[in-house]
């Protein structure tokens, strides 16, 4: 099955400055890759995703962009906030609905 | 909003019971999931179905079966609990049109003992 690696498992910012979370994942054929956050004590929702066809997409501070022969996708926060504190999941997916997620990213916003 | 409700926050159970975990959607959504949820392992699939009746195994099946007798509804069923089964246990619909993607529940946290 897909096997999707994510990086780093904790990474702590200042506030304002950006973030960086990369994913791998193993099967060439997934076609569909999506980012979820997961706050303290709250269900995953998802943020933002990618399909095979396009190489980036931006969401007001968030994007994600994609390379296809590498085989892997990229989370970027720009000017980041409290509120970005919490846990970032990459996924990858052949059929959509079917996702294989990655360990994911704590991430911590300094004051 | 679409509700995914599962029916326990919190759940202590003791080694060898058999537990249900139940999880039940107010939307007519053929797909639905369930996955365990571990620090440092992320979401793990356990169990999938596309339609009443109808399963599909995940990435870790082993201990674990489920029953889907209708639409709404998706139980989880730990056959003979053991210790290794404690986990965060999310289920989830999936979503076509304007709120795309997975719909989770609140999520229930087993703990066995």
């Known amino acids: 099955g897909e096997n999707v690696e994510q990086h780093p498992s904790t990474l702590s910012v200042q506030e304002g400055d950006s973030a960086v979370i990369k994913c791998t994942y193993s099967?060439?054929?997934?076609?569909?890759f999506p980012w979820y956050k997961q706050e303290l004590g709250k269900r995953p929702q998802l943020i933002i995703d990618?399909?095979?066809?396009?190489g980036e997409k931006k969401d007001q501070r968030i994007a994600v962009t994609l390379n296809k022969t590498a085989k892997h996708f990229s989370l970027h926060i720009t000017e980041t906030q409290p509120e970005d504190s919490a846990v970032y999941f990459c996924?990858?997916?052949?059929?959509?609905?079917?996702?294989?997620f990655g360990a994911g990213t704590t991430v911590t916003v300094r004051a | 909003d679409v509700k995914v409700t599962q029916s326990s926050r919190y759940l202590v159970k003791r080694t060898g019971e058999k537990v249900f975990l139940e999880c039940v959607q107010d939307?007519?959504?053929?797909?639905m999931f369930w996955y365990r949820q571990d620090p440092g392992l992320g979401l793990r699939l356990i169990y999938f179905?596309?339609?009443?009746?109808?399963?599909e195994k995940g990435d870790i099946p082993e201990g674990y079966s489920v029953s889907r007798e209708k639409k709404e509804r998706f139980s989880l069923i730990l056959e003979s609990a053991s210790t290794n089964q404690t986990s965060m246990y999310l289920c989830?619909?999936?979503?076509?049109?304007?709120?795309?993607?997975?719909?989770f529940g609140s999520g229930t946290r087993l703990t066995v003992v």
């Open positions: 179905s596309y339609d009443v009746k109808m399963k």
């Open positions: 989830a619909t999936f979503l076509t049109g304007l709120h795309y993607g997975y719909t």
């Open positions: 996924a990858a997916s052949i059929t959509d609905y079917k996702l294989s």
């Open positions: 939307m007519d959504h053929e797909n």
């Open positions: 990618i399909r095979s066809n396009v």
């Open positions: 099967d060439s054929a997934s076609n569909y």
